[in-house]
């Protein structure tokens, strides 16, 4: 069987845990943010774990 390729765009965005989860950045920080909210550009600027609905698609994308 061939081996897999990663998707490097979607490697660009999401890292694997130590523990095996998926890991990738808020949306919606790169630019107008004056009219934004303190509070939701601080909760928009840490990283997040991906839903599990998602994950399945991800690991197709991410072999490794």
Do not use: F
């Amino acid at each position: 069987m061939p081996k897999r390729k990663t998707n490097r765009s979607a490697a660009k965005r999401i890292k694997r845990t130590g523990t095996g989860k998926l890991k990738r950045q808020h949306s919606m920080h790169s630019h107008i943010l004056t009219k934004k909210p303190a509070k939701r550009k601080r909760r928009i600027r840490k990283s997040t774990i991906v839903d599990s609905r998602n994950v399945r698609k991800l690991e197709v994308l991410l072999p490794y």
